[in-house]
């Protein structure tokens, strides 16, 4: 089964961690919630998701919730696959949270390689939504928006 994924961070760096998760199983619900990451979102990141600091007060960090323990359980499954778009990214995020993906689709490398003659200038999720014209009501950058 395919498991549409994305996270929201606290930034980009390695000392980063997520701030907000959002999966779907392919024909299941989707899953949308927002921890206390430890740390401070940085103000590039809060630009880009509108997550910020005080809405993470008082939240659960993402390793003691339900949700990390459902997504885990969904990962043990070997017949399972993440897709998420720069899935690099998003599992680098799981792995410092204790979760490890053993198979993954990136969405982002799917599009070069479909596209790889030049054809779309750009490859974010938004500039294709428009450049495919995509009908879809969501929130751009938030977690549940992207998946």
Known sequence: ????????????????????IAF???GGPAVCETFNPGRPI??????????????VQ??????????HAQLQSLIRNDDNVIVAHN?????DMLNREGIYPPRMICTLKLARY??????????????????LDLEIEATP???????
């Open 1 to 20: 089964m395919f498991i549409f994924i994305d996270t929201e961070t606290t930034g980009t760096g390695t000392e980063d961690r997520l701030c907000q």
């Open 114 to 131: 479909l596209y790889k003659n030049g054809f779309i200038p750009k490859y974010n999720l938004q500039y294709l939504r428009y450049f």
């Open 58 to 67: 008082g939240k659960p960090p993402f390793l003691r919730s339900g949700t």
């Open 141 to 147: 950058h938030s977690a549940l928006g992207d998946v």
């Open 42 to 55: 940085s103000i590039d990141a809060m630009s880009i998701h509108h997550i910020t600091n005080r809405m």
């Open 24 to 26: 779907k199983p392919a």
């Open 87 to 91: 899935a690099r990214f998003d599992v």
